[in-house]
């Protein structure tokens, strides 16, 4: 069974700070897909990144970074210099094919992240 | 960019009420799904769809659910008897990976389903 952990309740920062999501995961398989997503108050769920396991070179986009390591099963997630437009709830979530599981994603419970201006 | 449409993005139900939830996935989409999420709780899957029937479904998808795509386009999430316990946001989602969920999925803005 796959499990994501974000431990991260809730994270309140002041605009311009630096902050990172952390994301654990669990899972038998060596083929597996992690991803993050953003819900902002409006309640979409928005795309941030799709990793594979066999790719652990970390990526910047912009203000936004993650951190792969399998060694601890984390991918956590950093944003740097914080907006009031990123305040959310961050999901991480796995894909794995266990027993023929690859359809779905498996979400942890979610990060609230306030940027207070 | 192309996305998934879902309506209505209310609904309101009496319990023992049926509801249909109704998406639009992208079009040359092949995988749809439905997630749900309970009030300040995590996202869920309920059901994958793929070629015209079901490929996985949760322990939550029990037999007052159903999913059909009726016509082609259209995707729907069908609660016969609703619940107090249903209320919740119902997200639908499509991809195109032919080999399964790995590929990015993209989510639809959501149905905020209140039975009461």
């Known amino acids: 069974a796959q499990k994501v952990t974000q431990a991260q309740t809730e994270i309140s920062v002041v605009e311009k700070e630096d902050v990172t999501l952390d994301c654990v995961y669990e899972?038998?398989?060596?083929?597996?897909?992690l991803f993050w997503y953003k819900q902002p108050p409006s309640g979409e769920l928005v795309f941030l990144i799709r990793r594979n396991s066999f790719d652990e070179q970390n990526e910047i986009s912009g203000r936004y970074s993650w951190n792969f390591q399998k060694s601890t099963s984390s991918f956590n997630f950093t944003i740097t210099a914080s907006q009031v437009v990123d305040s959310a709830v961050y999901f991480c979530?796995?894909?794995?094919?266990?027993?023929?599981?690859?359809?779905?994603?498996?979400f942890g419970k979610g990060t609230l992240l306030t940027v207070n201006p | 960019e192309p996305e998934v449409t879902q309506t209505p993005s209310h609904q309101v139900t009496q319990m023992g009420q049926e509801v249909i939830l109704r998406c639009v996935p992208i079009?040359?989409?092949?995988?749809f799904y439905w997630y749900r999420q309970i009030l300040g709780q995590k996202v869920e899957f309920l059901v994958s769809f793929y070629n015209n029937e079901i490929s996985e479904k949760s322990e939550i998808f029990d037999d007052q659910f159903s999913v059909e795509r009726p016509d082609g386009s259209n995707f729907t999430l069908k609660i016969r008897s609703t619940k107090l316990e249903d209320s919740a946001m119902y997200f639908c989602?499509?991809?195109?990976?032919?080999?399964?969920?790995?590929?990015?999925?993209?989510f639809g803005s959501g149905t905020q389903l209140s039975v009461l």
């Open positions: 079009s040359n989409h092949l995988y």
């Open positions: 899972t038998r398989d060596t083929t597996y897909y």
């Open positions: 989602a499509s991809s195109t990976q032919k080999t399964g969920g790995q590929k990015k999925l993209f």
């Open positions: 979530a796995l894909s794995a094919s266990s027993g023929g599981s690859n359809y779905k994603l498996t």
